[in-house]
């Protein structure tokens, strides 16, 4: 069941995503070969808790993190800990706030310096086919026109679309209906509508879209273990717009590796 926003309970979620927001800027400073994945967890833990937020991953189900950080051939649900980053790196970093009672969710994947040209082309590529999904995401089209076109658009470069993991709504709860596939048909799924709050989220492969569950219960790999990229914002549906709630602003500051500008 869909759960609609009023515009009162976006405001809220706004505030959660501005918190979240920064949060992961302070992550993005200290993203650098030699920094364990463990010390990335304690800043955005302590800079959510310092500004009023709760870190939704934390004990999720049992998840033991504040991040998901999931390096390489790890699609998403990686655990920090004692891992250093290399050079070449490409990491996941996917984070939640739950702030008045409301969450929000976002993630972004860096390439550390050195990571190959082709790692690099995933990952804009992939952060591309999320800007491509929302502009699918309006009111009066249906889920299914945004899983086609990124789909479309990532299957071109013959990358693999994971199946396992989508999107969702997002609220009250981390994860709400609808359900938010990278992949569909056109004119089919949920019909958007105003009110609707959901987090898009391609999750795109190197090579085959198959993932396989790791012993751990959460970690989540590529079959071929060929890298995976994730990039992730949360948009609201009004009926004469779309706003996008979560912002990458201060990542795109703060980290020190000016990636996606590297050609100019
Ligand atoms: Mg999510
Ligand atoms: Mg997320």
């Known amino acids: 069941m869909v759960v609609y926003k009023s515009e009162e309970e976006i405001q809220i979620i706004r505030e959660s995503a501005q918190i979240l927001g920064r949060a992961h800027g302070e992550v993005a400073k200290r993203i650098k070969p030699g920094v364990t994945t463990q010390e990335l967890d304690r800043i955005a833990e302590e800079f959510i808790k310092d500004h009023g937020g709760i870190p939704s991953f934390k004990d999720y189900h049992g998840f033991p ?4 950080i999931s390096v390489n051939e790890v699609v998403v649900h ?30 972004y994947t860096y390439p550390l310096v050195g990571a190959k040209p082709e790692v690099l082309l995933l990952l804009e590529r992939t952060y591309e086919s999320l800007f ?9 089209n249906r889920m299914g026109d945004v899983g086609f076109a990124i789909q479309t658009f990532v299957e071109k ?35 958007l509508t105003a009110g609707m709050v959901f987090a898009i989220e391609p999750m795109i492969n190197m090579g085959t879209k198959n993932v396989i569950q790791e012993q751990d219960g959460w970690t989540i790999r590529t079959k071929d273990r060929k890298p ?37």
């Open 78 to 107: 990686g655990f920090p800990g004692k891992y250093e980053l290399r050079e070449g790196d490409v990491l996941s970093v996917d984070c939640g706030v739950q702030f008045k009672g409301f969450h929000s969710d976002s993630a």
């Open 157 to 191: 470069f013959g990358y693999g679309v994971v199946r396992e993991l989508v999107g969702h709504g997002v609220g009250r709860e981390l994860h709400e209906d609808p359900e938010v596939p990278n992949f569909g048909k056109r004119g089919k799924g949920v019909k």
């Open 65 to 68: 993190s504040s991040l998901c």
């Open 132 to 140: 491509i999904g929302i502009q699918q995401a309006k009111s009066g």
């Open 228 to 264: 995976s990229a994730h990039f992730e914002h949360m948009v609201a549906i009004y009926k004469d717009r779309t706003e996008i709630l979560t912002t990458h602003e201060y990542i795109e500051q703060n980290y020190s590796y000016q990636w996606r500008n590297r050609r100019q």
